[in-house]
């Protein structure tokens, strides 16, 4: 799992992206959209709508708020295949994946295309439910670079095999309330420019207009033991299985993430909580370190209110990350009549340029699609960031993101660490103890 | 209107065929995954591989769980919980109960079906609003300690030392209404005689309740206790929603029933997690069996 949706995927009250805030108007395909359509069904290279003989139903089960998308894509779709239904069957986002987990494992009741958060698909691609999409008739080798590259890096499997094709990604940013800046009497570089910079900014935010630099000393923790990783070494285990919790990366987050605390720069509240959010509309937090999709959410139902005061920003220091990202992948065990269908599906949602910056303008549902990445939408100024073309901001951020390798135990390692700076935060622990004792830990369970 | 003789069961099958529907429904969702969950305890698996990727490790899965730092946390966790939330559960409840069985008489059933309320509440009902009740900065209960004590706002669902006494304070409010019922019941079966031969002899109300009282409820609350015993073991719902299914800061709030949940739906891992569950079980039955020799009547009582 990526940064931070492991904190927002889990509180079952708040699901990450909620589909109620979401605008749905109905849209009807333009002629503009069709020839598109067509030129993507051109480049898949697949025969045409399928030899309908008796009535097709493809199922979909998806999350919010990729069922909307998938329903808003579904007139296109009819376009092209005028005889095949598609169902979507939506469920919340953890109900979705345990149910998706289950019908794997049964290989009963499998959908014939399923919508995987980054996470999960990190997850499965160590197992074998899925299909190797490097396959025919799949052969996605083919069209491998039309996507942001760490998209596709994260469907791949330890043996290679590709399990899912990527939709929409969570380039990283730091978002801040501009006017609580220039009320500290700072300019955005001071607190880009680096991770101390970043904190002593916080120390004169907190001075001068008495609002929290950011919402909990572990969002700064998340984003360090994410800037440094070695190629091929995944975020808590080496290719080896070998524990990485004790190395330098580890050792400066949690240095960093004590420093926070120390200065009473965090408000010390969980992502999607009540407080979260109130801090947001009580501008009690000057910066946040998220997923571009955030300013989306704040936008449409954190914090409306206060509309034009945040800017985007890169991350700190150069750092890279990504927080969230939705895919499809084709189940082994779904009806084979139906594969070819559900990679047409796959097709339209992943490779059209036209889905995807629908779904990116309705959902900011940021694209995987790099071909869709020079749309004039890009370069538009957002109002709620103040009139920032920031979609450009991002796009560049997507393009420097570098794919970690998953371990099994990832989402454990991710809760000892946590655990473990709470103990740093609270009671003082030190910093060595405890990433001592979380890698006897993980020692364990790396092997199981 | 008569049947035609094929038809109609012969008595001898009747109640096999009526008892079926049960028999059924209990074969497919009690029993089928308890077998299954045993069977699961012995195995490796990747669920996302399908039913046929299981492979056979022994005695594995429990040397791993009796090795986990984290099983034994939990089991602290459930163990602190469920005596701070089933004690006081019955030390309040009999005094209550006593109480309305003997002081009220028309209010009687509105205390006891206020008492009994939160019981037949859903529990995520409960959780969430507690959950809002508990919040640090907008919650009710920090409201009210401010204002009449001047404490400082606390976290109650964030600090590791706060969590356990929350999670605590919802299971005893949610079943102490349902032991009052309990012992209410089992006060009315106490015969009123033994009271007025006790009067007469010039026993006091505390000596009343000590010698005739308490004696009397023995049986009951051998079955409360054990209710209580069960259910702290297993506790899940409440600490579930109130920690948003992680278990809290440092996992202070996570039980053993949450953490075998977490270990397959989290952290993917069903056959440890099963091991954990039927060790879990082997726990509940054994204190199950310690209670019953605890309330046993010792040689010599009737």
Do not use: C
């Given at each position: 799992m990526q940064l931070g949706a492991a904190t927002a995927t889990r509180g079952p009250a708040v699901p990450p992206r909620t589909p109620d805030a979401m605008p749905q108007t109905p849209h009807a395909p333009t002629p503009r959209r069709r020839a598109l359509l067509l030129g993507a069904a051109a480049a898949l290279a697949l025969p045409g709508p399928a030899r309908a003989t008796a009535p097709v139903r493809l199922t979909v089960a998806a999350y919010p708020a990729v069922d909307t998308i998938v329903r808003e894509a579904l007139p296109a779709w009819r376009e092209r295949h005028p005889g095949v239904a598609v169902q979507v069957v939506s469920r919340q986002f953890a109900d979705h994946h345990t149910a998706m987990t289950t019908a794997l494992s049964t290989r009963s009741h499998l959908p014939d295309l399923m919508a995987l958060e980054v996470g999960y698909v990190g997850r499965?691609?160590?197992?074998?439910?899925?299909?190797?999409?490097?396959?025919?008739?799949?052969?996605?080798?083919?069209?491998?670079d039309r996507w942001v590259p760490y998209a596709?890096?994260?469907?791949?499997?330890?043996?290679?095999?590709?399990?899912?094709?990527p939709s929409d990604i969570g380039p990283g940013t730091l978002l801040v309330r501009h006017d609580l800046l220039t009320r500290a009497g700072l300019a955005e570089a001071e607190l880009t420019r680096s991770w101390d910079g970043y904190v002593a900014a916080g120390r004169q935010i907190q001075a001068?207009?008495?609002?929290?630099?950011?919402?909990?000393?572990?969002d700064i923790k998340n984003l360090l033991i994410r800037t440094g990783i070695q190629p091929?070494?995944?975020?808590?285990?080496?290719?080896?299985?070998?524990?990485?919790?004790?190395?330098?990366?580890?050792?400066?987050?949690?240095?960093?993430?004590?420093?926070?605390?120390?200065?009473?720069?965090?408000?010390?509240?969980?992502?999607?909580?009540?407080?979260?959010?109130?801090?947001?509309?009580?501008?009690?937090?000057?910066?946040?370190?998220?997923?571009?999709?955030?300013?989306?959410?704040?936008?449409?139902?954190?914090?409306?209110?206060?509309?034009?005061?945040?800017?985007?920003?890169?991350?700190?220091?150069?750092?890279?990350?990504?927080?969230?990202?939705?895919?499809?992948?084709?189940?082994?065990?779904?009806?084979?009549?139906?594969?070819?269908?559900?990679?047409?599906?796959?097709?339209?949602?992943?490779?059209?340029?036209?889905?995807?910056?629908?779904?990116?303008?309705?959902?900011?549902?940021?694209?995987?699609?790099?071909?869709?990445?020079?749309?004039?939408?890009?370069?538009?100024?957002?109002?709620?960031?103040?009139?920032?073309?920031?979609?450009?901001?991002?796009?560049?951020?997507?393009?420097?993101?570098?794919?970690?390798?998953?371990?099994?135990?990832?989402?454990?390692?991710?809760?000892?660490?946590?655990t473990e700076l709470d103990k740093v935060l609270d009671r003082g622990k030190p910093i060595a103890v405890a990433l001592a004792d979380a890698a006897r830990l993980l020692a364990r369970r790396a092997r199981r | 209107?008569?049947?035609?003789?094929?038809?109609?069961?012969?008595?001898?099958?009747?109640?096999?065929?009526?008892?079926?529907?049960?028999?059924?429904?209990?074969?497919?969702?009690?029993?089928?995954?308890?077998?299954?969950?045993?069977?699961?305890?012995?195995?490796?698996?990747?669920?996302?591989?399908?039913?046929?990727?299981?492979?056979?490790?022994?005695?594995?899965?429990?040397?791993?769980?009796?090795?986990?730092?984290?099983?034994?946390?939990?089991?602290?966790?459930?163990?602190?919980?469920?005596?701070?939330?089933?004690?006081?559960?019955?030390?309040?409840?009999?005094?209550?109960?006593?109480?309305?069985?003997?002081?009220?008489q028309r209010l009687r059933d509105v205390a006891v079906g206020a008492y009994f309320l939160p019981y037949i509440t859903s529990?995520?009902?409960?959780?969430?609003?507690?959950?809002?009740?508990?919040?640090?900065?907008?919650?009710?209960i920090n409201a009210v300690l401010g204002g009449l004590f001047g404490i400082d706002a606390i976290d109650w669902l964030g600090r590791p030392e706060h969590i356990k006494p929350a999670i605590a304070a919802v299971v005893f409010w949610r079943y102490v209404g349902f032991n009052v019922v309990l012992y209410l019941a089992a006060l009315q079966t106490i015969p009123k005689d033994l009271y007025e031969a006790a009067t007469m002899d010039g026993a006091s109300r505390w000596q009343q309740f000590v010698h005739i009282t308490l004696p009397g409820l023995k049986p009951v609350m051998f079955f409360g206790v054990t209710l209580s015993v069960i259910g702290g073991l297993q506790l899940f719902e409440e600490p579930f929603i109130l920690t948003g299914g992680r278990g809290g800061s440092d996992q202070a709030g996570m039980t053993t029933a949450m953490y075998l949940y977490r270990m397959a739906f989290d952290f993917n891992d069903f056959g440890a997690a099963s091991a954990m569950s039927w060790l879990l079980f082997a726990l509940v039955v054994g204190l199950t069996w310690a209670t019953h020799r605890a309330f046993r009547p010792k040689a010599g009582q009737a």
């Open positions: 499965f691609a160590q197992g074998g439910g899925l299909d190797d999409l490097r396959q025919p008739p799949y052969d996605i080798g083919r069209i491998a596709l890096a994260q469907a791949t499997g330890r043996g290679g095999a590709i399990v899912a094709a001068r207009t008495g609002a929290y630099l950011l919402a909990h000393a572990r091929g070494e995944g975020l808590y285990f080496g290719a080896g299985h070998e524990v990485l919790v004790e190395s330098p990366r580890f050792v400066r987050a949690f240095e960093l993430a004590r420093e926070v605390r120390r200065h009473r720069l965090d408000a010390r509240v969980a992502e999607w909580s009540n407080e979260w959010s109130e801090g947001f509309k009580r501008g009690r937090l000057a910066t946040q370190l998220t997923g571009a999709w955030l300013a989306g959410h704040l936008s449409n139902w954190i914090a409306p209110d206060t509309r034009g005061l945040w800017r985007a920003l890169p991350l700190p220091e150069g750092a890279q990350a990504a927080w969230g990202g939705s895919f499809f992948a084709i189940p082994r065990g779904a009806p084979a009549g139906h594969k070819r269908l559900a990679w047409e599906l796959i097709g339209l949602l992943t490779l059209d340029r036209a889905q995807q910056l629908q779904a990116f303008r309705r959902h900011d549902a940021f694209p995987a699609l790099r071909e869709s990445h020079d749309d004039p939408f890009f370069e538009e100024p957002i109002p709620f960031l103040g009139g920032q073309p920031a979609r450009a901001l991002w796009r560049d951020a997507a393009r420097r993101i570098s794919a970690v390798a998953v371990h099994k135990q990832d989402a454990f390692a991710g809760e000892v660490i946590d | 209107m008569k049947l035609p003789a094929r038809l109609r069961l012969s008595p001898a099958l009747a109640p096999y065929a009526l008892l079926l529907p049960f028999f059924v429904l209990f074969a497919v969702f009690g029993l089928f995954p308890l077998l299954f969950s045993l069977w699961l305890a012995f195995q490796a698996w990747e669920p996302t591989d399908g039913l046929a990727a299981m492979r056979w490790v022994g005695l594995e899965n429990f040397a791993f769980a009796l090795q986990d730092e984290w099983f034994w946390k939990s089991l602290k966790n459930t163990a602190w919980l469920a005596v701070a939330s089933g004690v006081p559960q019955h030390l309040v409840a009999i005094p209550l109960a006593v109480f309305i069985h003997t002081r009220l529990t995520v009902a409960i959780s969430i609003l507690f959950a809002s009740l508990f919040s640090t900065d907008f919650g009710a």
